[in-house]
């Protein structure tokens, strides 16, 4: 059973900077993706980055592109979300996720193709 642990969260002012930690135990040959997501109350669960654990490569939601960045420690079975130039509106709880599909060619950016979930971390950006 996969087990998911986020770490990093907390309080930023705006213009700050944040390192989120997801940490998978667990993880078999199947884990292909990790990706995180965010959510805010009375909203959608959006995806915001994601990365494969073998090659690295990456994919973002548009949106962030320029002040996320993801990345991974494979040794260590752990994935970054480093926030930059944080937002009131990039509060939220962050959710990692682990998916078994992804290539080169895709990454997975729907709910519905991840496959295990952390317990979230609270980001909270003040004006």
């Known amino acids: 059973q996969v087990q998911l642990v986020e770490s990093g969260g907390g309080l930023v002012q705006a213009g700050g900077s944040l390192r989120l930690s997801c940490t998978a135990s667990?993880?078999?040959?199947?884990?292909?993706?990790m990706g995180w997501f965010r959510q805010t109350p009375g909203k959608e669960r959006e995806f915001v980055a994601a990365?494969?654990?073998?090659?690295?490569?990456?994919n973002y939601a548009d949106s962030l592109k320029g002040r996320f960045t993801i990345s991974r420690d494979n040794a260590k079975n752990t994935v970054y979300l480093q926030m930059n130039n944080l937002k009131p509106e990039d509060t939220a709880v962050y959710y990692c996720?682990?998916?078994?599909?992804?290539?080169?060619?895709?990454?997975?950016?729907?709910?519905?193709?991840?496959?295990?979930w952390g317990q979230g971390t609270q980001v909270t950006v003040s004006s």
């Open positions: 996720a682990e998916s078994k599909t992804g290539s080169y060619f895709y990454m997975p950016s729907r709910q519905s193709e991840y496959d295990y």
């Open positions: 667990g993880r078999t040959f199947s884990s292909i993706t």
């Open positions: 990365i494969r654990w073998s090659g690295g490569n990456t």
